[in-house]
């Protein structure tokens, strides 16, 4: 089973400049999440998708930060325009149901370094 | 709001030696608790979780029980080996959080030969 998929993995670009991320979560999986991880810290969640409807973006910068699962499969982060505190590495991760409760799968993730 | 606070690092051991990384947690309701493992330049792996009070997660050596009244969830191994070298990270899921990960800080580990 092939596993989530993330691009690019490294990006490096201008502070005020845009940028965007993709995502492609493990077949059949309905919860996709986007994590940000600052170096030295756990990830936190910047937004929760079911399928292709927002469950939890209470913690996403919305004047910088959007989000969309347009198709309720692959999903896109953009950051516009990028702030120099926004260097960190950005994860998906999706989920599954397995022995009754849920565990969450990530991929690589893009680590995202704003000069 | 849930919380996760781990045992201040990094952690240095030598090969063979035994582990424990702490890990105590804040939640409300009832939370699942998990371990999860990050290798230089990858991402996140779950190594283990637990799901209810008293219950005992474990995957590749490792072990952690969900200790409820002590709200613990600590992570040992009985002897380390150097591909154990990685960051760990606890986490929980809160009984009210719809499945969104709650992260401690993390802890370095390095093993040596």
């Given at each position: 089973e092939a596993g989530v998929a993330q691009s690019p993995r490294y990006k490096i670009i201008e502070k005020r400049q845009s940028v965007a991320f993709w995502c492609n979560p493990i077949s059949g999986h309905a919860t996709l999440y986007w994590y940000q991880q600052i170096l030295g810290q756990g990830p936190k969640l910047l937004i929760q998708f079911q399928n292709n409807g927002v469950v939890d973006d209470s913690q996403l910068p919305k004047?910088?930060?959007?989000?969309e699962r347009?198709?309720?499969v692959d999903s896109t982060l953009k950051i516009q325009p990028a702030k120099l505190e926004d260097s960190a590495v950005y994860l998906c991760a999706s989920s599954s149901l397995e022995g009754g409760s849920e565990t969450q799968y990530f991929g690589p993730?893009?680590?995202l370094l704003v000069l | 709001g849930d919380s996760v606070?781990?045992?201040e690092g990094p952690v240095t051991l030598s090969e063979e030696a035994f582990l424990t990384i702490n890990c105590t947690y804040t939640a409300t309701g009832y939370p699942s608790l998990f371990w999860y493992v990050q290798y230089p330049g990858e991402g996140l792996q779950l190594l283990l979780k637990a799901t209810k009070?008293?219950?005992k997660g474990s995957n590749k050596g490792f072990e952690a029980t969900y200790r409820?009244?002590?709200?613990?969830?600590h992570l040992e191994k009985g002897s380390v080996q150097v591909s154990d070298s990685a960051v760990y990270f606890c986490a929980l899921v809160g009984g009210t959080s719809y499945g969104k990960l709650t992260f401690g800080q993390g802890t370095i580990l390095t093993v040596h030969p």
């Open positions: 004047d910088r930060f959007s989000a347009l198709k309720g993730g893009t680590r | 606070t781990q045992m009070a008293d219950d409820k009244e002590t709200t613990s969830f």
